[in-house]
């Protein structure tokens, strides 16, 4: 049997071969295509016409104070052709894509895009070094005396705290506590004679590690609160292994309370260090209040110690320590 194959004509040839149909015998050129994306000089911009959508809807060229008539111009038909994403040809080399019409319209599909405009980035500034001999002291200042040597209530009322509430909320995190987790609390009270007293311990739903601590539903606080007519005097919270400090963390979250109260506290227990199981503090006014009120960052960080040479927060001076009066409990974890 014998088969009898026609050669390729060089019309083929020059269609699927990458060489030519001549083969290593010519020089090699490009493909042969269309038109490609060209963008415009500041001249050829300064020469296109704006389109604007009329009252009937239909698009035409701004007429100018001369009476340019609306339509398409030549220039204006650059602009508004079709991308077909191939590259520019000569008329000469055109002759494969059909008539002398289509070699013209092929032609003329030269696209022009203005450049693209700038875009406004936000910029965000970076974190402020600060030099390790400007960091400030995490320990907290003592109480601040008065004139005559005793500490000084006159610019806050005073606030009662009864003694056992905090042994029983030491018991309520016990089970966090030998875990490692933290455990806070929502202090309530109210005023009577110019003195607050603290009469609730809140303990919300909350989600915690070994060195934080975040409410889950605070509108369930809200609604204590509310239906008992409390005021928030602070909050506390555990330290299971750290020592009796507040961190960045915790003087950030006291501000939110202290700048709706001046006198509200923050209780840390801290059951782990045997120089001092427990504290109550409260930012210094105006330094420590200042301080965190102009410091954007989050976590935990530095703070950069005061111009005055204040510490950012103190011991209370205005805190008493009640050893009769009652209180309530009420723990939302288990509701």
């Not at 002759?95 to 030269?110: E, M």
């Not at 005023?191 to 007293?197: A, C, H, Y």
Request: aromatic share 6%; hydrophobic share 30%; with cysteine.
């Amino acid at each position: 049997m014998s088969l009898s194959i026609p050669h390729p004509k060089e019309e083929t040839l020059s269609r699927h071969s990458i060489l030519g149909p001549t083969g290593f015998h010519s020089q090699w050129t490009g493909p042969i295509s269309g038109t490609r994306v060209q963008y415009p000089s500041n001249d050829d911009l300064t020469q296109t016409k704006i389109l604007d959508l009329n009252q009937d809807g239909q698009y035409g060229s701004l007429a100018d104070k001369k009476g340019d008539s609306y339509g398409i111009t030549p220039d204006m038909e650059s602009i508004l052709s079709l991308d077909d994403g191939t590259w520019p040809v000569t008329v000469d080399e055109s002759c494969s894509l059909g008539s002398d019409a289509a070699q013209q319209s092929f032609a003329q599909l030269n696209i022009r895009q203005p450049s693209v405009p700038p875009v406004l980035a936000q910029v965000h500034s970076m974190p402020h070094a600060i030099p390790p001999s400007r960091v400030a002291d995490p320990r907290p200042g003592p109480a601040t005396p008065s004139v005559d040597g005793t500490p000084d209530c006159k610019s806050y009322h005073k606030l009662h705290i009864p003694v056992k509430m905090m042994e029983c909320f030491l018991r309520l995190a016990e089970m966090n506590t030998s875990r490692n987790l933290e455990t806070c609390g929502v202090l309530a009270g109210s005023l009577k004679n110019r003195t607050f007293f603290v009469s609730t311990l809140i303990i919300p739903k909350q989600e915690a590690t070994s060195d934080s601590c975040q409410t889950t539903d605070e509108e369930e606080i809200f609604n204590i609160q509310d239906k008992r007519s409390l005021f928030p005097l602070g909050w506390i919270h555990t330290h299971p292994t750290q020592t009796c400090f507040m961190s960045s963390i915790d003087l950030h979250t006291h501000y939110s309370y202290q700048i709706m109260l001046p006198e509200a506290i923050a209780i840390v227990m801290a059951p782990t260090d045997t120089s001092r199981t427990h504290g109550i503090f409260h930012l210094s006014d105006p330094t420590g209040v200042s301080v965190i009120r102009n410091c954007q960052e989050r976590g935990f960080h530095p703070h950069e110690e005061p111009v005055d040479g204040n510490p950012i927060y103190e011991h209370c001076s205005h805190v008493y320590m009640d050893t009769v009066s009652n209180f309530d409990v009420v723990d939302l974890r288990h509701a």
